[in-house]
């Protein structure tokens, strides 16, 4: 099954920061990249920004505007199984893509899970859109993650801004009043299935989460800080 990376942030060092991990993910030196555009109106500086940071980190990349009815499928099918990671920019899809675009986009990304080679990685609403059982109300991010936790590479990455050393220590004391084991001041990459993935701070820079999930605070999904 294709690994998932969901970045749960809209901002474009949160993009940056963990699109790295998305490509260690793929386990290939130089990875080809499918950006997936669906805004109505493509936001050039950002693309170009997102082109311009991966570049150097891939083989090649390609861009796949939608709405996919420009496209034959046979097409957009060839370039879904060229692509080593298929990245989902912030977008708001429940508004810019149709309804028929969505069915095929998610024949597509059905037939990409059932790779073991890929990896998906989606932020921001795109993020909470995109899911191998359907598809889920854009802020509806307990129902989509639920259905998430039975996929064994399944990532979720919380959106983090920084703070500063005792306000974190804060945090953290709370979370620990709740039962978790918080350990270190490091970054939270969590894993809806069974690892953690770790994602250290810069040098004395320390992060927070914000807008954290509901799924994130269940006592019954393992949640780690790590040094």
Avoid at 145 to 169: T, V
Avoid at 178 to 207: P, R
């Amino acid at each position: 099954m294709a690994r998932y990376v969901i970045d749960g942030g809209a901002y474009m060092s949160s993009l940056l920061r963990f699109g790295q991990y998305a490509l260690r993910m793929t386990c290939r030196p130089a990875p080809k990249m499918l950006i997936i555009d669906t805004v109505a109106e493509p936001g050039l500086s950002v693309m170009t920004r997102i082109q311009r940071y991966f570049a150097p980190l891939t083989k090649e990349i390609r861009q796949l505007h939608l709405d996919l009815r420009g496209y034959e499928m046979k097409t957009i099918r060839r370039w879904f199984s060229w692509a080593d990671l298929i990245y989902f920019p912030e977008n708001d899809l429940d508004h810019d893509i149709p309804i028929w675009t969505k069915r095929h986009l998610h024949e597509l990304v059905v037939e990409v899970f059932e790779r073991d080679s890929a990896v998906l990685f989606a932020s921001g609403c795109s993020g909470l859109w995109l899911s191998e059982k359907g598809f889920v109300p854009k802020n509806d991010t307990h129902h989509f993650l639920d259905s998430m936790l039975d996929l064994q590479h399944s990532l979720f990455i919380p959106h983090f801004e920084e703070m500063d050393q005792s306000a974190l220590e804060l945090e953290i004391g709370k979370m620990r009043s709740q039962g978790y084991a918080l350990e270190s001041n490091t970054a939270l990459v969590h894993n809806c299935g069974t690892e953690c993935f770790l994602a250290t701070s810069e040098e004395d820079k320390a992060y927070r989460f914000i807008e954290t999930p509901r799924w994130i605070m269940r006592k019954d999904v393992p949640m780690t800080i790590i040094d």
